[in-house]
């Protein structure tokens, strides 16, 4: 989620998440503010990462791979999009009211 929402920013939201799901769920926050700054409170409301904006494909990778698995680094060819890691199961809800923004995280979703 986004840290900065119309009505709520993303801590707020987290702890009314947190509140009603489990400890195991990841709740992931975005924000182009400083994201070592959100940190501690980040934390106490649930969150398990908060990441900067952009978000690139990299760093999205390497968030669902801590995550959900492990790859060493000499496994992961630069030019090769079919790293043979697979995410089957791993589900992620994503939510974005631009559809250009819509458009670019659903591609690197995929």
């Known amino acids: ?10 801590i707020e939201v987290a702890k009314k998440i947190r509140a009603k799901c489990a400890d ?3 709740i992931i926050m975005l924000t182009a503010y400083e994201a070592d700054a959100l940190n501690d409170k980040a934390k106490e409301s649930g969150i398990k990462v908060v990441i900067g904006k952009p978000l690139f494909e990299s760093t ?4 669902l791979v801590t995550m959900y698995g492990s790859v060493e680094k000499e496994d992961v060819k630069e030019t090769a999009p079919d790293t043979g890691y697979s995410f ?3 589900k ?3 939510a974005e009211d631009n ?5 670019i995280a659903m591609n690197m979703l995929q």
């Not at 989620?1 to 709520?8: G, L, N």
């Open 88 to 90: 089957d199961g791993v």
């Open 24 to 26: 195991s769920l990841p």
């Open 92 to 94: 992620v809800l994503l």
């Open 60 to 63: 999205l990778f390497d968030l």
């Open 1 to 10: 989620m986004d840290y900065k929402m119309p009505k709520e920013n993303g």
């Open 99 to 103: 559809d250009m923004n819509l458009e």
